[in-house]
């Protein structure tokens, strides 16, 4: 231990135990990263009106109250929806637009790029309030299609960015000698292209799935009706109360993203 | 022999507008990513830029903007915005700027499981995240119950609904937003200039200082300004955990739509809000390359 201490850790010389306090400040921060979240874990099986850690006594009172609500089921279904239907629009369009940048060597690529991450830059409440009143005028307020076309908005810069540095790690020769032995540009896209840039494209996915789901400040203003958002009931369940169901929900979104970071993972590995 | 130039110069023009025509082709591939945009975000922008310019009366005027100046409880939202945006930036260069030298000291493989935690959060739901913190710091939460318990304190302290409670989340939130850059511009440090700079006698301290701080800053400027912008319009974490009493310029565009239906002053509100985004990411975009800023490099 002390030999350790003493020994160099870095190019410069300095040792384990002048950066003690570095290891230190860094294990309590990431613990601090993580923790606050897997508090709520435990929480959600309490049987208490109250949040408590740990537990007194354990049930499943909270889950059984959050699926046997209509209101909640409703506002989960309509999440769902919309982010299977946003990661379904985004991906194609975005991988598109990604790729249109890369191959085509115009002047107007630049503009093009700044204009597509703009949503990434614009204060969210703006967009909502924007799209609050474009929908307005197009008739499609509490639509699932009107939530589904803002939050593709919102997930195209993600896909633009993920899918743009695949593509600046890809070497498009290999494409052009597909073009050169008679296939189509479509052919080649598809069949050399898109399986070396599949990581990107699944992880594309995942993070339109994720923007759509997680939304909060647009559903606020464009969701409702019959087709309110899961976050949007959280949001406004948070203002007025702290209520162990959002507990519950907080779990199994936590599992669902885990679950959805694993699968793509896996699928990504492979030759890459 | 002159028959020939002109067929190679007539083939070279039809191939060179033959090529036009294809990246054009390849270009309108983009077109319904930009439609999008187009339609949903730039138009209705365009709308509110118009509307903060008509007063009550229907007409052409500045009262949107007048208010804004005159109004104390108008300066006071923009002061605030400010100083959260400001205070959260600051501490998450303290916290994270260390976190990410350590990262960046470590193997791969050991950088990488670190790495995993930092984005753990990130892949949690931004509403998860607030109801955790609100959950912990409430009045009897875990963090009063315990320090109560092991005598830091007797009194359970307020934690939520306050400034503090706004900046404690706020930071864990933009925390990743600052790391990534950061970690990012360390890694691609070369070691061979710290090992040149203590063969040549300057200490650990001073190799830092003067070799390898200066080498990680495009990075840190690219991560605090990712995470000052983004506290600029932040709106979910300040409002539940700010409970009322943190009013961020969001916050107020919000309510001005939902609780007053005063569309103009909302718009005026959001103009500048968005007027001060470009700004700031214009004068940052002279020095840095616009792929650092949205991390796409990484």
Redesign the interface.
């Known amino acids: 231990m002390l030999n350790w201490l003493k020994s160099p850790?870095?190019?410069?010389?300095?040792t384990h135990g002048?950066r003690l306090w570095?290891?230190a400040?860094?294990g309590i921060?990431?613990v601090?990263?993580?923790l606050?979240?897997l508090?709520?874990i435990p929480?959600s099986f309490s049987d208490s009106q109250?949040?408590e850690?740990p537990p007194e006594t354990w049930s499943l009172r909270w889950y059984r109250h959050y699926f046997g609500s209509d209101e909640w089921m409703l506002a989960t279904l309509t999440s769902v929806k919309t982010a299977v239907l946003t990661m379904l629009v985004a991906t194609p369009?975005?991988v598109?637009?990604a790729?249109?940048?890369h191959?085509?060597?115009?002047p107007?690529?630049r503009a093009?790029?700044?204009?597509?991450?703009?949503?990434?830059?614009?204060?969210?409440?703006?967009?909502a309030?924007?799209?609050f009143?474009?929908y307005v005028k197009l008739q499609i307020l509490y639509t699932i299609t009107g939530l589904v076309?803002?939050h593709?908005?919102l997930a195209?810069?993600l896909v633009?960015?993920v899918t743009?540095?695949a593509l600046k790690g890809y070497d498009m020769n290999q494409e052009n000698a597909a073009r050169s032995l008679g296939a189509p540009r479509w052919k080649a896209f598809v069949t050399i292209t898109l399986p070396q840039i599949r990581f990107a494209v699944v992880t594309s996915m995942v993070l339109s799935f994720?923007a759509s789901?997680?939304e909060?400040?647009i559903a606020?203003f464009i969701s409702g009706g019959d087709n309110p958002t899961l976050?949007r009931n959280?949001?406004n369940a948070?203002?007025d109360q702290?209520d162990p169901t959002?507990?519950a929900i907080?779990t199994i979104?936590?599992l669902v993203?885990?679950l959805m970071?694993i699968l793509a993972s896996l699928f990504g590995r492979g030759k890459s | 022999m002159a028959v020939t130039d002109l067929h190679t110069t007539l083939n070279a023009k039809g191939l060179r507008r033959d090529e036009r025509a294809e990246?054009?082709r390849?270009?309108?591939?983009?077109s319904?990513?930009?439609l999008?945009?187009?339609?949903?975000?730039?138009?209705?922008?365009g709308?509110?830029f118009y509307v903060s310019f008509i007063g009550a009366d229907g007409n052409f005027s500045l009262e949107n903007y007048e208010r804004m100046i005159k109004r104390k409880s108008y300066s006071r939202i923009f002061i605030t915005t400010f100083q959260v945006s400001l205070l959260t930036t600051g501490l998450c260069i303290l916290?994270g700027y260390?976190?990410a030298?350590?990262?960046s000291?470590l193997p791969t493989r050991w950088a990488n499981l670190?790495l995993v935690?930092?984005l753990?959060?990130f892949?949690?739901?931004?509403?998860?995240?607030?109801?955790?913190?609100?959950?912990?710091l409430?009045k009897?939460g875990?963090v009063n119950q315990w320090a109560i318990s092991i005598g830091l304190w007797d009194e359970p302290l307020k934690f939520v609904h306050n400034m503090t409670g706004t900046l404690i989340g706020m930071v864990?939130i933009m925390?990743p937003f600052l790391i990534l850059p950061v970690y990012g511009a360390m890694r691609s440090i070369d070691?061979?200039y710290?090992?040149a700079?203590?063969n040549l006698g300057?200490?650990?301290r001073r190799?830092?200082w003067t070799v390898f701080f200066p080498l990680s800053t495009p990075g840190l400027f690219a991560g605090s300004l990712m995470v000052f912008?983004l506290c600029?319009?932040f709106?979910?974490t300040p409002?539940?955990l700010g409970g009322g009493r943190v009013i961020m310029v969001?916050m107020k565009?919000?309510s001005n739509?939902e609780l007053f239906v005063n569309w103009g002053a909302?718009?005026a509100l959001?103009v500048v809000?968005?007027v001060m985004?470009?700004f700031i990411?214009w004068i940052a975009s002279r020095f840095l390359k616009?792929?650092q800023m949205?991390?796409?490099?990484h």
């Open positions: 850790a870095s190019e410069t010389q300095v002048q570095l290891y400040f860094s921060i990431m601090l990263l993580v606050p979240t508090v709520v929480m109250y949040l850690f369009i975005g598109l637009a790729y249109a940048l191959a085509s060597k115009l107007y690529v093009a790029f700044v204009l597509l991450i703009t949503p990434m830059m614009v204060p969210v409440v703006l967009i309030i924007g799209a009143y474009a076309l803002a593709t908005l195209i810069p633009v960015i743009g540095s994720l789901f997680d909060v400040v606020m976050t959280m949001f948070l203002r702290i959002i507990a907080s979104m936590i993203t885990t970071m | 990246r054009w390849l270009f309108g591939l983009s319904p990513a930009l999008l945009v187009l339609i949903i975000l730039v138009i209705p922008v709308w509110l916290i260390p976190l030298y350590f990262m000291q670190c935690t930092v753990l959060p892949w949690t739901s931004l509403l998860v995240r607030t109801y955790a913190w609100l959950v912990l409430q009897q875990l864990h925390l070691g061979d710290l090992k700079a203590s300057a200490s650990p190799a830092f912008v600029l319009g709106f979910v409002a539940v969001s565009i919000v739509i909302a718009s959001g809000l968005l985004t470009v990411l616009l792929e949205t991390g796409g490099g």
